[in-house]
C-alpha cells in the first residue's frame, strides 16, 4: 500500500502552493495565513522561513531565480537577499486575496482569487508587457491550474462548486476558450482543491476536508486511483525532487502546535513523474 511520508511538521494554518526550485534543489510553500514562505532544503534536509510580511496568497518563479510574490493587496518580487520589488497593486472590487498562481510556457501568471462572494473570485492573467485581464469569472475561491504536455489544454480548479474545468489554450496568445466541465466531486470525497499534472497527463488533485489525493484520467477525469492521507484538508500538490518522481503535498488547519494538520507530505508512486513547473517573465 502506499503511503504518504511526513517531511515538515510545522502545523500551519493553510499552508499552500507547492513549489519545487530545480536551481537550489528545495521545496518551497507559502503559510498564507500566518504570511510566511518556507523553504525545505533537499540535500540537507534543513527548513528555515524566508518570508515573513503581508500574506501570499500564491507565488511563481522567475526566469532570474526570483520570487514572485501575488499578496493580498500587491504583486512583489523577492530577490535571494530577501529584498521585495513591488510589480503591481492589486484592488478588485468583489476580490479579498490571492490563492493558487502559474506560470505559463511563455512566462504569462494566471492568478486565481478568492471572492468576498460565492461568485465575485476569478482568475486574472498578468502578461509580460505590463498588461492584466480578468480570464475567469464566477468562482467564490478559484484553485489548482495545470497546463497538458502538448500546451493546448488548460485545467482550472473551482473549489466552490467541487469542479474541474478544461478549457483550450494559445500558447500564442495566452488564451483559454471553451470551457468544458471535466470533473465535479460528490459530497464523500472533499472539496477539489490544488492539482498538479503527470507526464501522462493525468491529474493529481488535493481534497480540502477529504484526507485524500485523487488521480484522475487524462481522458475524461474518471478516478484511476486515490491516496489517503492522515489529515482532512490536503490543500495541493506538486512533482518535485532531482527526478520529478516525487509529489509534494501541503495541507491545513494546525494551530502551531503538534499537530499532522498543516504539516507537509511526500508521496511517491511507482512509474508516475511529473514536470518543472514554468518560470514567469513579468520582471524581464
Known amino acids: 500500500m502506499i503511503t504518504p ?18 536551481d537550489a534543489q528545495r521545496f ?46 500587491d504583486v512583489v518580487k523577492m530577490a535571494a537577499d530577501g529584498s521585495l520589488t513591488e510589480v503591481a497593486q492589486f484592488s478588485e472590487e468583489g476580490d ?15 492568478a486565481g482569487t478568492v471572492g468576498n462572494t460565492p461568485t465575485s473570485g476569478g482568475v486574472y492573467r498578468y502578461d509580460p508587457d505590463g498588461s492584466v485581464r480578468r480570464v475567469i469569472t464566477g468562482t467564490g475561491c478559484s484553485n489548482g491550474m495545470a497546463f ?11 473549489s466552490t462548486r467541487k469542479q474541474i474545468y478544461v478549457y483550450d489554450y494559445d500558447e500564442a496568445s495566452g488564451d483559454i476558450s471553451n470551457a468544458r466541465l471535466w470533473y465535479q466531486a460528490d459530497e464523500e470525497e472533499g472539496i477539489t482543491d490544488g492539482l498538479t499534472i503527470d507526464l501522462d497527463d493525468n491529474i493529481w488533485s488535493a481534497r480540502w476536508d477529504g484526507y485524500r489525493v485523487r488521480k484522475h484520467d487524462a481522458q475524461d477525469g474518471h478516478v484511476l486511483e486515490e491516496i489517503k492521507f492522515p489529515v482532512a484538508k490536503v490543500s495541493s500538490v506538486v512533482f518535485g525532487g532531482p527526478n520529478f518522481d516525487t509529489m509534494y503535498l501541503t ?11 498543516g504539516a507537509i507530505f511526500t508521496l511517491q508512486v511507482p512509474g508516475v513523474k511529473g514536470r518543472p513547473e514554468f518560470r514567469s517573465r513579468l520582471t524581464g
Open 148 to 158: 497538458t504536455a502538448d500546451r493546448t489544454k488548460f485545467y482550472w480548479t473551482c
Open 96 to 110: 479579498s486575496r490571492f490563492n493558487d498562481v502559474i506560470a505559463d510556457p511563455r512566462g504569462r501568471v494566471f
Open 28 to 73: 518551497l510553500w507559502t503559510d498564507i495565513t500566518g504570511g510566511e514562505i518556507w523553504s525545505h532544503d533537499s540535500t540537507t534536509d534543513t527548513t528555515k522561513k524566508i518570508y515573513d510580511g503581508p500574506n501570499v496568497g500564491g507565488f511563481t518563479q522567475e526566469a532570474d531565480g526570483s520570487l514572485l510574490l501575488f499578496r493580498t493587496s
Open 251 to 261: 495541507s491545513a488547519g494546525g494551530d502551531g502546535k503538534e499537530s499532522l494538520d
Open 5 to 22: 511520508q511526513l517531511l515538515v511538521n510545522r502545523s500551519c494554518a493553510l499552508s499552500e502552493n507547492p513549489f519545487w526550485d530545480t
